[in-house]
């Protein structure tokens, strides 16, 4: 729809998520020369659409219900307030809304109990306000070179999500990993830690430098051995990135492989924290730890490779790591 | 004084020759790095792209003459200069003293300065070819050039 010449006001529009309610609102304001406006959109959960999710317009009286493609279109006030209603819904379910129109907006959701997004559209453009908002892995993860589920007594005595990314914190802190962030997955969350640079065998690279490196530096010093094995060979660098999936949610196949950047990118893309919303759920039974190693090798004259699979399994490099050993202390 | 002088055919051979043997050893190198040691992953070609044009144009250029002057009646009567002679070598092998000194540099640069290999090799091909024209420039005057016999 074509903006009207009275539309110059910045146009806010606000979503309110009830945990209790199971539903979600979301407000248009304020009002221009044109009165109303075509919302359209797509309603799903951890990328299943969401047929039947009741959408109504408290001002205009105008409801509909998402198609079994999870699609909808409604005529609103621009003062209208929608809301969203999926009752049935798990209530921590990935949600999906694109609005198109005078007001265009695109952005993800997660219900949470309390939780408010903010959206403030001037341009077309949306932006979610809302600083406890995770975003979403790439579900179903892509191919890992290796993966590990940790044994279940490691997280015997946690109770909620947020003591299990408590108890993964404190093994990797002593494991001297020094970043992780945070990310949703159906009924969980994933913690993708920072990449490192490692040894053929899966050790870390001795030499922190070397370690938090993406650079390969196979002469500290000249030896004669070294460099005559780098006169007729390549270096290559070993690289890896170890995401913590805490679910209890089947884990989907995918072909998908990762290409360094992105999994590089990764860390700095997630969240800085678990938020509460996520923590404070239950780890109950059917929940496990699986850590998916991506690692990579990057030759010196070429581009990096996701290495599939990866000689060492997953438990051997999260021993190498260091990271069993201080889950169990 | 006959010192002075050496046959042309001796000192074309003598100058083939150190280029023959100096390209056959680089090119040995670049065949063990590229078919044995796998050095450019999916690069191989432009490593070969980079030494044929710095040896073989000059090589070619050498053999064609010896093999004109070898056809002609007069060749054994041919002297040039002994200095300008040594001068040549001395160009051509400093040349090769250049060229050898890019490829053995390179894993140097990689491990201190993080330059991939052919990089390196790209990077040098400036300087590389600087020299180069002054050794072919030396050649070819050399090749063409006559003393009168004594």
């Known amino acids: 729809m074509k903006k009207t010449p009275g539309f110059q006001i910045i146009t806010k529009v606000i979503i309110l998520i009830s945990l209790l309610a199971g539903s979600v609102s979301a407000q248009v304001q304020p009002d221009s020369a044109t009165q109303f406006v075509i919302v359209k959109g797509t309603v799903d959960s ?3 659409p969401r047929a039947g999710v009741l959408i109504s317009a408290q001002r205009s009286g105008k409801t509909t219900r998402t198609d079994g493609v999870g699609k909808y279109e409604l005529l609103i ?3 209208d307030t929608l809301t969203f209603t999926y009752s049935g819904m798990p209530v921590r379910s990935y949600a999906f809304f694109q609005l198109t129109g005078d007001v265009a907006l695109s952005f993800d959701l997660v219900t949470g109990e309390g939780k408010q997004v903010a959206i403030e559209n001037d341009k077309g453009d949306a932006q979610t306000v809302d600083q406890n908002a995770l975003p979403m892995f790439p579900w179903p993860v892509p191919q890992p070179s290796a993966r590990y589920t940790l044994e279940d007594r490691y997280f015997a005595t946690a109770r909620t999500l947020s003591q299990v990314d408590k108890q993964l914190s404190a093994a990797l802190q002593k494991s001297h990993y020094p970043s992780s962030s945070y990310y949703l997955i159906p009924n969980g969350f994933a913690m993708v830690n920072q990449i490192e640079q490692i040894e053929p065998d899966g050790a870390p690279k001795a030499d922190p430098a070397e370690r ?8 500290r010093k000249f030896d004669l051995g070294n460099y005559l094995r780098l ?6 660098g070993h690289f890896r990135v170890v995401v913590f999936l805490v679910t209890n949610v089947m884990t989907p196949p995918s072909s998908s492989e990762p290409d360094l950047p992105i999994a590089k990118a990764w860390l700095n893309r997630g969240g800085d924290f678990l938020p509460e919303a996520i923590g404070r759920q239950p780890y109950g039974s059917g929940y496990h730890v699986t850590a998916l190693i991506y690692e990579f090798q990057k030759p010196e004259n070429g581009h990096a490779r996701p290495v599939d699979p990866s000689k060492n399994s997953g438990q051997i490099h999260l021993t190498k790591s ?3 050993p201080n889950l169990g202390r | 004084m006959e ?3 050496i046959a042309k055919s001796d000192a074309q051979k003598n100058l083939a020759v150190t280029w023959v043997v100096a390209t056959a050893v680089l090119i040995l190198l670049f065949f063990i790095q590229t078919l044995v040691g796998n050095k450019y992953p999916g690069q191989s070609d432009e490593a070969w792209d980079w030494l044929i044009p710095q040896v073989f144009p000059t090589l070619t250029l050498m053999f064609g003459v010896m093999v004109a002057r070898a056809q002609s009646a007069k060749r054994r009567d041919i002297v040039v200069r002994r200095s300008y002679y040594r001068l040549t070598l001395g160009v051509v092998i400093f040349y090769f003293i250049i060229l050898f000194g890019v490829v053995f540099t390179a894993p140097l640069d990689f491990a201190f300065n993080e330059t991939p290999a052919l990089e390196h090799l790209k990077r040098s091909t400036k300087i ?4 180069q024209g002054c050794a072919t420039i030396t050649l070819s005057i050399f090749f063409v050039s006559e003393a009168p016999a004594r």
Do not use: E, G, K, M
Request: overall charge positive.
């Open chain 1, 46 to 48: 951890s990328y299943h």
């Open chain 1, 77 to 79: 006030l621009r003062t």
């Open chain 1, 212 to 219: 938090w490196s993406l650079q390969v530096q196979p002469l």
């Open chain 1, 231 to 236: 006169l007729f060979t390549s270096a290559t």
């Open chain 1, 322 to 324: 260091n990271f069993i």
């Open chain 2, 3 to 5: 010192n002075d002088r």
């Open chain 2, 128 to 131: 590389v070819s600087v020299v």
